[in-house]
């Protein structure tokens, strides 16, 4: 004889067992994006904070320069950044942005950590995950970025009108998210693409007061002018902004 106790502990029937997945799943695919959002946020932050720390000791670097230099890179292309190692940021996971896989070994040559002396070729690789921008773009031979110049350089450009124009130190880049502009198809050089370490949205900066900052994409091309004086309007596959 079944009691009314074992009639009230029947189980799911079939439909509402495939009821309850089909709800699970729904809410999975609504809830995923916005994980996946707050996740790269949390990345964006702790990359900020990697440049911070990258900044302060930029700045303790000038003061310390016999020219008030903010970065110690041989020439325009250079992305070395052992000059900030260990004096002013003695911690080797500053250098790694945490929206990448990147990482340093401890592989010291000529007084050099190896993996300091150039960023990765893309976000799997051994290598930091940074840029330095140590020369503004406008002049030939390029001008190293001083205490002095970043004060007085006027822009030698037109591009948006900016010409004449001191950026100063609140506009100036020095170091930032670094550029995968040889990623494959679809990649473009000094603005935010898919193969960047933030994606396409945009990129953390350091300027030259100390300050860092995330510049959206669309805000990207004229705060990368207003700093650098490269003459661009516009970006395009490879060739970039």
Not at 111 to 130: F, I, P, Q, R, T
Not at 147 to 166: E, H
Not at 197 to 209: R, T, Y
């Amino acid at each position: 004889m079944t009691s009314f106790d074992d009639e009230n502990r029947k189980g799911f029937t079939l439909i509402e067992l495939l009821v309850a997945i089909a709800v699970i799943a729904t809410l999975a695919v609504l809830l995923l994006p916005s994980l996946s959002r707050a996740r790269e946020r949390v990345r964006r932050v702790g990359c900020l904070n990697n440049l911070k720390q990258m900044s302060l000791g930029s700045l303790m670097h000038a003061e310390d320069d016999a020219h008030g230099a903010y970065a110690n890179t041989a020439n325009f292309f250079d992305d070395d950044l052992n000059w900030l190692y260990p004096r002013y940021v003695p911690n080797l996971r500053t250098y790694i942005c945490p929206g990448t896989r990147n990482f340093i070994r401890t592989n010291i040559v000529a007084g050099k950590v190896v993996d300091l002396l150039d960023n990765a070729l893309n976000k799997e690789l051994d290598g930091h995950s940074y840029e330095v921008f140590g020369f503004f773009r406008g002049t030939e031979p390029r001008l190293r970025k001083t205490q002095t110049s970043v004060l007085t350089y006027g822009k030698k450009k037109a591009a948006f009108a900016l010409k004449g124009t001191v950026s100063g130190p609140a506009n100036v880049w020095i170091i930032l998210d670094a550029d995968e502009n040889s990623a494959g198809p679809g990649g473009i050089e000094n603005y935010p693409d898919r193969f960047d370490n933030h994606g396409a949205k945009g990129a953390n900066v350091a300027f030259a007061d100390g300050h860092v900052e995330w510049i959206k994409s669309r805000e990207y091309v004229y705060r990368y002018e207003l700093s650098e004086d490269a003459g661009r309007t516009k970006i395009s596959p490879i060739t970039g902004p």
